[in-house]
């Protein structure tokens, strides 16, 4: 069984082709009907859908492997911690998980690109989903202590109140350009002048 291509896009820190690969390699390897089960780098797949937000593809991943590779390997269940705190919306558990655990060589490079990712996403939901939130909150959140998320949080412009221990969201300008397509106002124009005559 060749796992070279999964090995270079490793190296190379293509993490968000990683899923597709490694799911066409396994339909490739199934239907050659060599057995696969022992040798495949399940930590590897799993944490590659996670990676590109595809929670439910992990979920079916995790289910179709063996009991013994789930009991023999303790990296594929710690991988699959991360799935379940993601599926629970549990956003702190996520970060404990992540550094919770001894990952090997080959998958220390794509734990961190995901913590890193999952930290901006985090971020970015605080940002639209808040005007005011805890210093505690935020730090929960993002995965950092607090003296961390206050200064990662001030770098990105928002302010804090040190008596209430509360920061301001700076959210961020929204800019939308509308571009007007001469052909589709010409368009609207005569579907208007046909509905008035």
Known sequence: MDLSRVRELLESKSYDKLADLCDSLM???????????????YSIHLLAHIYVHDIN????????????????????????????????RDYAGVHEVTRGF??????????????????KK???LLLSAYSTISIQDTASFLGMN???????????GWTVDPESRMFTVKKQAIVTEQKLDPSKLQRLTEYVFHLEH
């Open 27 to 41: 339909l490739q390897v199934a239907s050659d009907g060599i057995a696969y089960h022992d040798e495949w780098p």
């Open 146 to 156: 607090e003296d961390d998320a206050t200064n990662y949080v001030l770098q990105h």
């Open 122 to 124: 985090m971020f970015q």
């Open 102 to 119: 001894d990952w090997s060589q080959d998958l220390q490079g794509l734990v961190a690109a995901f913590s890193e990712l999952y930290t």
């Open 57 to 88: 593809s992990a979920r079916f991943l995790w289910k179709s492997i063996p009991s013994s590779v789930k009991e023999s390997q303790p990296e594929v269940t710690a991988v699959w911690k991360i799935g379940q705190r993601l599926w629970l």
